[in-house]
């Protein structure tokens, strides 16, 4: 099923796994005011009942209207332990706002342009509508059959479902896009060396087909890990190469890599995922990390 989103790339997909007590539903889209009569004719065109909701990670289009869905249907919804303490700490948290603020100007963001990168981020949380108290799952565990494989990297806690060689993918390889894969605060250390063993992990279990939260179906998904292996080797050597010993910010160096003119954004993303790939580097020894007056600062090795 695929829902509108207000923003690029301006729709995202839910999928509804058949099983023998119902539909599970993977994923909810944003809880737009209409999310709720969207999904009711939407299910009653699928037929059935619904048995479970599943949460594959907790940025608004994926967690959006789970509490929607939920009112709509009664069915109890699923997510990732590790994921639904980062929707709490991100979406049920009035200060993570401040938080953002603060963590942007230690990576060098000026304070007019933080305030528009962080007002940015909240145009999402009026319509962010996450089930309190889901049940909680881990990776290796099984849903109705599908068992869930950690994917981090786009997101710490993201899980997809694997049976008999269907990935649901949600956001952890994209056909045309590449997944951002940011740091944020709170987030795990190095989320890109996370997504690249990750990664790995796809091109091992080598399923037939992925079913990607954004996008066409991917029919080689190992064949697309690999490109984005592909992808994040190449950008990891042109960060490299963005470095001096001149120490520069998160900020600064998004500019060699992402272009000087980004909206507010995509600049936030532009931030995140330069500092993904710095932290990644110093991780191998190719770039040193420093922090004092408030600043961190990368320079080369
Ligand atoms: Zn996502």
């Known amino acids: 099923m695929t829902l509108p989103l207000p923003t690029r790339p301006g729709h995202v997909h839910a999928y509804l796994l058949p099983g023998d007590d119902g539909w599970t539903i993977v994923d909810t889209g944003v809880g737009l005011p209409d999310a709720k009569d969207r999904w009711a004719s939407e299910l009653e065109q699928a037929g059935g009942r619904v048995a479970r909701i599943f949460v594959t990670h907790f940025h608004p289009d994926h967690v959006g209207a789970a509490a929607d869905l939920h009112e709509l249907t009664g069915a109890p919804v699923y997510q990732g332990a590790l994921d639904y ?145 592909e992808h994040h080797r190449i950008r990891l050597e042109e960060t490299a190469a963005a470095l001096s010993s001149e120490p520069r910010t998160g900020y600064q160096l998004s500019f060699p890599l992402f272009g000087e003119d980004l909206k507010p954004a995509a600049r936030r993303f532009a931030v995140a995922e330069t500092l993904s790939h710095l932290e990644r580097l110093v991780r191998v020894e190719a770039a040193a990390r420093s922090e004092g007056g408030g600043l961190v600062t990368y320079t080369a090795t």
């Open 85 to 229: 303490a980062q929707c709490e700490l991100v979406w049920g948290n009035p200060a993570w706002s401040e938080r953002l603020l603060e963590w942007f100007s230690l990576h060098g963001v000026p304070d007019d342009v933080t305030d528009e990168l962080v007002g940015q981020s909240s145009v999402y949380r009026p319509f962010i509508r996450y089930q309190r108290d889901p049940i909680l799952m881990e990776a290796g565990e099984h849903l109705d059959g599908w068992e869930l494989v950690d994917a981090p990297g786009h997101a710490d806690g993201q899980l997809c479902l694997l049976e008999g060689g269907i990935l649901v993918a949600a956001d952890h390889i994209l056909g045309r896009i590449s997944p951002t894969v940011g740091l944020w605060p709170a987030s795990r250390a190095d989320p890109l060396g996370d997504y690249l063993v990750a990664l790995a992990r796809t091109i091992e279990l080598d399923p037939t087909v992925a079913l990607p939260g954004h996008g066409d179906v991917i029919d080689d998904p190992a064949g697309r890990a690999r490109g984005l292996q």
